[in-house]
């Protein structure tokens, strides 16, 4: 089911990016609550959620490339690139040191905290 969001999401990229900061608080919601849901039928929300993560990542990278000349493209990319698996690798260390004190549905919930600070951040931009 997740990967179905993903796919929509990624289907769905560059349309809409006006949109984006309520668009995320609406997948940080999506995320908390189908994680908090502790069913099944959770997983709905959370493959929302997926979704439109997929669909803001896509877009933020296609709006980066259409800001940057061709000269920079490569190392700025590549930079921005290491920054994201930088942080990927961060979140699965909190989720394995979390895992020690938390389930999933409690380490998924907080997890949608960072997407609503970027939302909240972009409202303001």
Partial sequence: MVIVGMTVGGWLAGRGTRWAAPV??????CL??????????????????FGIFEWAGISAD?????????GARATITSIS????EVVAVLVFAAYALGSNW?????LFTLAAVPYLVVALGLWRA
Avoid: K, S, Y
């Fill in 62 to 70: 296609a709006r980066l490339q259409e800001r940057i000349t061709d």
């Fill in 32 to 49: 908390a609550a189908g994680a908090a849901v502790g069913h099944p039928a959770g997983m709905a929300g959370v493959a929302v959620a």
């Fill in 81 to 84: 690139g290491l920054g994201v």
């Fill in 102 to 106: 938390a389930g999933p549905g409690l």
């Fill in 24 to 29: 995320l608080a609406l997948g940080a919601g």
